[in-house]
């Protein structure tokens, strides 16, 4: 194959003259639509949405006061599932607790993205050896509960899914009522979009055999989430 | 994917009979619709919120060259590779182009109606590469070689004995089970290990946004998001009128399109993509391919009914509500999209001649057009579908009806449009259709007209018909014995 045919130029000639030798149409202006309700909810609110949304889709969501109750919070977690090995990210919610110290002195083995030096080698670490992958949330959404995860070098994007069990930390300081609070603030400028951008809510699910629907399809089948402040 | 769209009847009646199917439909999208209703009350204004999800759609069929040359203009800015593809051939070669340049000896795939619609799969695997559906019901459905019986459940139908004999057999699941739960693992533990070490990683696209040059992605399983996290090159592919203009329109399209698809508020999983992975990430992709596939659909553009059919963005909303899809399943549609929505696709997309049976097969009850978070109009569609049809469009494809039909609505047509024509046919037919009766009551009726008989019943024509009733009644009762003209305002 030639570069013009890989390309598709000339097809992309073809495909965008032909369309647009159609005249224009008048468009109707959009129609109003009320405001979401959770846009006139406070803070409190707002975060008793997200819990209750969330729990709906069997997200386990803790509350804590701050980064002290959050490190026990996660003991009690690890401690309780028997956790031997787990994956963290280094973003900046995880990196502030200090988390291969604390894995130190629980005895269990806390692995980082740095530890591989490749992607084979993470892919190995995420996919093999940890129980669970521990990251940070960039925000919490209260109309469905959902977490929103910014990828990029301290956040990679196979802890929150390929490990069977994911453990999310966010801080309350990060709830916005809507998707849209959030999306404004990650593509307001144009120049420093992220690579990637996750939307989380629940764990992962199927009902594709019999219509039966069951968690931890392929992704994780646990989704527990500690909601600091 | 083999083409059955002619066979719909044939198939139809094959599928009515089948108690597995039956049991599903009896319940599976009742089920689903009644979900999307509770949560499309989260909305202050349902039919607000819908109202706008359908101006979102009318402005991007509207604007379409431009909204794609400005996602082609931001997503090259991410670091993007745009390809454009005028038809499946050109499609295919392109992703057979990029695995072979790269080695791979298999691929894995998100779930994707326009690769089903190219038949990448069949492309890939006479290459030698081996396509992985990875969404359970995919999966199941490639392994039986079955067009997807539903656009979410896409084996949903499949008995639970025969996915374990396939998972046994193919999926090197080591005991036998009727657990769904279980099947589900197995098929999950032998995924993984493909996810593992995949190196290119085939994906579809639900929403291209212009302003940002954004791949969005949804879904509950994980499968997508592995195939844009795992593998060094990505390659997604995506039709034409997958683009939307704002990211603020993609999401409020994300809420309509979870709610209308499987009744959730969202999907478990949105994944966002604006170029490829950045410097220093350890994981997504080194290289982001997008395939802008056309495949008939510039065509379609130029006729501005058909032009409609390119606001669908296949929630499958119409399926979970259509009369016909819950008696006869997926199957008759013959090809990659079921149901209304593949009513309205596929004669645009295979042409009107193949696909006879397609739009004809609808009671155009509306319920359809009711849900349609895109504001496609069915049924006026199937009716501009058939006028092409008997017309035999050439843009379309139509094909002329039999002579002998056509001929019987010609006179038809003339008849009930002249009251005088109208009523001598009546005088004349009478004595012919009435031998047929049973008191009073015509229940079947030999030659053309049998099929018509098959599920209805036509009263006998009345000896004196409430016309010539009328006649004579102003006749007697006018003063005078005149005629009874005087009566008349």
């Given at each position: 194959m030639s570069e013009e045919e890989i390309t598709g130029r000339s097809a992309r000639e073809d495909i965008l003259g032909r369309l647009k030798e159609i005249p224009k149409t008048v468009v109707e202006p959009r129609p109003d639509m009320p405001p979401l309700r959770e846009l006139s909810l406070d803070r409190e609110q707002m975060i008793t949405t997200f819990i209750e949304?969330?729990?709906?889709?069997?997200?386990?969501?803790?509350?804590?006061?701050?980064?002290?109750?959050?490190?026990?919070?996660?003991?009690?977690?690890?401690?309780?599932?028997?956790?031997?090995?787990?994956?963290?990210?280094?973003?900046?919610?995880?990196?502030?607790?200090?988390?291969?110290?604390?894995?130190?002195?629980?005895?269990?083995?806390?692995?980082?993205?740095?530890?591989?030096?490749?992607?084979?080698?993470?892919?190995?670490?995420?996919?093999?050896?940890?129980?669970?992958?521990?990251?940070?949330?960039?925000?919490?959404?209260?109309?469905?509960?959902?977490?929103?995860?910014?990828?990029?070098?301290?956040?990679?994007?196979?802890?929150?899914?390929?490990?069977?069990?994911h453990i999310a930390l966010v801080s309350v300081e990060r709830i916005v009522p809507t998707y849209e609070r959030a999306i404004e603030e990650l593509y307001g400028d144009t120049k420093n979009i992220p690579s990637h951008v996750t939307f989380i809510t629940g764990p992962s699910m199927t009902a594709d055999i019999k219509g039966k629907p069951f968690k931890g399809m392929h992704g994780p089948r646990r989704l527990m989430v500690i909601l600091i402040g | 994917m083999e083409i059955r769209t002619t066979l719909f009847n044939e198939i139809a009646e094959k599928e009515i009979r089948n108690p597995y199917a039956r049991a599903f439909l009896k319940a599976m999208p009742a089920a689903i619709a009644a979900r999307r209703k509770t949560v499309m009350g989260s909305f202050p204004d349902p039919d607000a919120a819908q109202a706008c999800g359908q101006a979102i759609r009318a402005e991007v069929v509207a604007w379409l060259p431009e909204l794609l040359e400005e996602f082609e203009k931001n997503a090259l800015a991410r670091g993007a590779k745009i390809l454009w593809a005028r038809d499946a051939g050109e499609a295919n070669e392109m992703v057979l182009a990029i695995a072979k340049e790269r080695n791979v000896t298999y691929v894995t795939k998100g779930k994707s109606m326009v690769t089903e619609e190219i038949g990448l799969n069949d492309a890939l695997a006479e290459s030698g590469i081996e396509p992985f559906e990875t969404d359970l019901g995919e999966f199941i459905a490639q392994q039986l070689k079955r067009p997807p019986f539903h656009i979410v459940g896409p084996a949903i139908n499949v008995p639970v004995e025969e996915v374990c004999d396939l998972f046994m057999e193919k999926a090197g699941m080591e005991k036998p089970t009727t657990d769904p739960v279980e099947l589900g693992y197995a098929a999950r533990l032998f995924l993984r290990d493909k996810f593992h070490h995949v190196a290119l990683g085939v994906t579809g696209v639900n929403m291209a946004v212009a302003e940002t040059g954004t791949i969005i992605n949804l879904e509950n399983e994980g499968n997508i998001r592995f195939n844009k996290s795992s593998p060094r090159t990505q390659v997604s592919i995506m039709s034409l009128e997958k683009v939307v203009p704002t990211m603020e329109d993609a999401m409020h399209l994300t809420r309509l399109l979870s709610r209308n698809c499987t009744g959730q508020a969202i999907s478990a999983y949105v994944s966002m993509d604006s170029g490829p992975k950045k410097p220093g990430e350890i994981d997504g992709p080194e290289e982001l391919f997008i395939i802008i596939v056309d495949n008939g659909r510039s065509e379609i553009y130029a006729d501005s009914v058909a032009r409609e059919a390119l606001r669908c963005i296949r929630c499958g909303g119409c399926l979970n509500i259509c009369p016909v899809y819950a008696k006869i399943g997926g199957y008759p549609y013959g090809w990659a999209y079921s149901g209304p929505m593949g009513q309205v696709l596929t004669p645009l997309l295979l042409g009107l001649d193949r696909t006879q049976d397609l739009y004809r097969?609808?009671?155009?009850?509306?319920?359809?057009?009711?849900?349609?978070?895109?504001?496609?109009?069915?049924?006026?569609?199937?009716?501009?579908?058939?006028?092409?049809?008997?017309?035999?469009?050439?843009?379309?494809?139509?094909?002329?009806?039999?002579?002998?039909?056509?001929?019987?609505?010609?006179?038809?047509?003339?008849?009930v449009t002249h009251s005088a024509l109208w009523n001598l046919g009546f005088r004349l037919a009478r004595p012919l259709v009435n031998r047929y009766s049973h008191s009073g009551v015509i229940t079947r009726m030999g030659g053309y007209f049998e099929g018509w008989f098959r599920t209805r019943n036509l009263p006998a024509i009345a000896k004196e018909t409430f016309h010539e009733r009328w006649k004579r009644l102003r006749r007697e009762t006018a003063p005078g014995g005149q005629n009874g003209r005087k009566g008349k305002p």
């Open positions: 949304k969330l729990t709906l889709e069997e997200g386990i969501v803790y509350r804590v006061q701050d980064g002290r109750e959050a490190i026990a919070r996660l003991t009690e977690i690890v401690v309780g599932e028997g956790l031997q090995k787990v994956m963290v990210s280094t973003d900046d919610v995880v990196a502030s607790l200090d988390l291969p110290a604390w894995g130190k002195e629980q005895g269990i083995a806390v692995l980082t993205p740095r530890d591989s030096g490749d992607r084979d080698s993470f892919r190995d670490a995420v996919f093999d050896e940890v129980e669970a992958g521990i990251t940070g949330a960039d925000y919490a959404v209260a109309e469905s509960g959902t977490l929103v995860i910014v990828h990029d070098a301290d956040q990679p994007r196979l802890i929150s899914l390929a490990p069977i069990m | 097969a609808c009671t155009l009850c509306g319920s359809c057009r009711e849900v349609c978070p895109a504001g496609v109009d069915h049924p006026s569609m199937f009716l501009y579908y058939r006028s092409k049809d008997v017309e035999e469009d050439r843009g379309l494809r139509g094909k002329k009806r039999p002579w002998k039909e056509s001929r019987f609505f010609d006179l038809w047509s003339r008849a």
